[in-house]
């Protein structure tokens, strides 16, 4: 088993009895017995207060948790259609029948289960696979063969070679952020120097807006929280990265991580918090090793800890916590929510977590990127910063490019750079669309391509999927309605019956059954989860279906049936059973299709 630097062995020895240390301490246990047994949950349920039935509730909402065993090699092929596109279906049905196994279903030896999930963030390094929580990329068909070799002789998976596990930066530009690095402290030595207002003016005047997605303006989240009663105050560092295709928060928390904290830190030293966490997406588990290496570090250099740079007062340190595969704990309400040990279900907003968040204390989220902008602007100044970008989105961003192009990766870009000059550096041909900000984002069509990546003309939160003219797009639309259907929490009635809805349609175009009918109820459908579903996820889970429904009408139109009646069902694949039945598959038994 797998266990980078102990962390999970601690986490099983944990002595904090806190409820809010439910998740890390499943988390811990699926580990350990490859699943969470009943007795577990037992003597968990009276150490913590916890009732065993809402222990129970939480196993079942997140994928990497279970209540039954898993195999000892527990295997999750990433399902993101990048991997698709890079042939992991193939690779693992090649892998189930080496192995012998039904997918999601241990073998009877127990010894493997192979099963898909959402995006792993290795788009620009695929197909990819977690074995044991740890990331396996650059899978071929050899790769799979010794693999196979290796799980049959039972070799535990911390004594596989190395290169097997190998994740690549894979910066392929780099501006502002990637190049000028601040040296370890200068972030804090600025904010010891001038004081909290001043940093505060000059994140204003910075116009630095949050890079997680919506764009929020940082100075002023980070004033209302400041503001806000309470003497309790929270900073929480958002490193759940699931949106499919993005996988820049990766490079920065790898090899970017002083600056990270240096970035929470200096956050909570304006907003007066002693205690931080990163949220951590479970599929980055190897990454925990080095980030606890790096806070420590900082610990012995006074840069954490008590009386922070000989400052009295300035208390703060940091506490990762995992997450275990459920795309909604990105949402920063479900994020606090999932720190608190439950299910990550969306709060009522508001109040906003900058007055009532973890422990309904006030709270800033901020991505990744945010934090690593933050300490940058607090050392080089607003000026420097506003040098580069445009008026309403200064700065530069990440982007996670993957999919049709010679060279994938991060690339580092001043605001405002347009789509068809990304699409040029990354050698991008022939390209037929964009997929901009991930699934819940923009498709975007080569007659669009002079638009400017930017705040005030195409948001995004990193992610820049290409897909050339050979691909089918309705494949990249089925993949995400999938995704959106398997990641729903199922609190709203919207998005838990209208995501279902929209995928079962979009599977009805695919397989050429669909009318002219059921575009209208695409659309319609998905215009009543953007005006009603509770949160993000389910306002934006229709955007795929729609945007391509608009900008690439003929994906569509070429597969409808041509009929005089508009069924509501696949009335052929329900005569089915009666065929089955009636042991008749005769050409009177079947409708006459195409016709
Ligand atoms: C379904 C959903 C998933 C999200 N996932 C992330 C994520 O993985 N990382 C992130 O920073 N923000 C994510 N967000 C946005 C957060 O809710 C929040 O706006 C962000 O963390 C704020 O940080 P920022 O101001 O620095 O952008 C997500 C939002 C939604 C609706
Ligand atoms: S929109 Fe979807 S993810 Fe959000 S609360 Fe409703 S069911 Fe949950």
Not at 185 to 204: H, P, R, W, Y
Not at 245 to 273: P, Q, W
Not at 342 to 364: A, C, D, W
Request: hydrophobic share 35%; with cysteine.
């Amino acid at each position: 088993m797998k266990d980078p630097g102990g962390f999970l062995t601690r986490l099983s020895t944990d002595s904090d009895d806190s409820p809010d240390r439910l998740l890390q301490h499943l988390i811990a246990i699926q580990h350990h017995h490859s699943y969470i047994p009943d007795e577990a949950v037992r003597r968990l349920s009276e150490r913590l207060g916890t009732p065993a039935v809402e222990i129970f509730s939480v196993i079942a909402y997140y994928a990497f948790l279970h209540r039954h065993p898993r195999g000892q090699f527990d295997i999750y092929f990433s399902d993101n259609i990048t991997d698709r596109m890079l042939g992991n279906k193939a690779l693992m049905e090649g892998m189930c029948k080496k192995l012998g196994v039904e997918p999601g279903v241990p073998r009877a030896d127990g010894k493997v289960t192979i099963d898909m999930t959402s995006c792993t963030g290795m788009c620009d390094q695929g197909p990819a696979l977690l074995v044991n929580g740890m990331a396996v990329t650059r899978l071929t068909e050899e790769r799979i063969h010794k693999m196979v070799g290796l799980i049959e002789a039972g070799v535990p998976a911390a004594k596989w070679p190395k290169r097997f596990f190998v994740v690549k930066d894979n910066i392929q530009r780099k501006d502002m952020l990637l190049s000028d690095y601040i040296i370890r402290g200068s972030a804090i030595d600025a904010l010891n120097v001038k004081g909290g207002d001043a940093i505060l003016e000059s994140l204003d005047a910075s116009n630095l807006r949050g890079r997680g997605g919506a764009g929020f303006k940082t100075a002023t989240k980070w004033r209302f929280c400041r503001e806000a009663p309470g003497a309790e105050h929270y900073v929480v560092c958002n490193a759940d990265e699931g949106e499919p295709g993005t996988f820049k928060d990766r490079l920065l928390l790898h090899s970017y991580a002083n600056c990270v904290i240096e970035g929470m830190t200096l956050c909570a030293g304006v907003i007066g918090a002693k205690k931080g966490f990163i949220y951590l997406r479970g599929e980055y588990l190897y990454l925990v090793e080095a980030l606890e290496k790096t806070l420590q570090d900082r610990r012995d250099a006074n840069l954490l800890g008590e009386k922070i740079r000989g400052k009295p007062g300035f208390d703060f340190d940091i506490e990762i916590h995992l997450g275990a595969g459920a795309y909604v704990c990105g949402e920063e309400s479900a994020l606090i929510e999932s720190l608190e040990g439950k299910r990550g279900i969306p709060r009522q907003r508001p109040p906003f977590p900058v007055v009532s968040g973890y422990r309904n204390r006030p709270t800033v989220v901020n991505n990744v990127e945010t934090f690593v902008a933050a300490a940058h602007i607090a050392v080089f100044g607003a000026d420097w910063f506003k040098s580069s970008g445009t008026g309403d989105s200064t700065g530069t961003k990440l982007f996670s490019v993957s999919g049709d192009c010679a060279k994938p990766g991060i690339y580092e870009y001043p605001f405002g750079v347009t789509i068809r000059q990304v699409l040029e550096d990354c050698g991008a041909s022939d390209t037929q669309a964009v997929q901009l900000s991930g699934a819940a984002g923009s498709t975007i069509p080569p007659q669009e391509f002079y638009r400017h990546i930017a705040f005030e003309d195409v948001p995004t939160g990193g992610s820049f999927m290409i897909f050339n003219q050979k691909r089918d797009l309705l494949k990249m639309v089925l993949n995400f309605t999938r995704f959106f259907c398997h990641e729903s929490c199922g609190f709203c009635t919207p998005c838990r019956i209208g995501g279902r809805l929209m995928n079962d349609l979009v599977e009805k175009v695919m397989v050429g059954y669909a009318t002219s009918y059921d575009i209208s109820e695409l659309k319609k459908i998905g215009l009543v989860m953007k005006k009603t579903a509770h949160c993000g996820l389910g306002s934006t889970a229709p955007n795929p279906v729609l945007d391509t429904l608009k900008k690439f009408p003929g994906t569509y139109s070429k597969r409808l049936i041509n009929t005089s009646y508009e069924p509501a069902f696949n009335l052929e694949s329900a005569l089915e059973v009666s065929r089955h039945l009636t042991g008749r598959d005769d050409e009177r038994a079947h409708l006459e299709l195409g016709n």
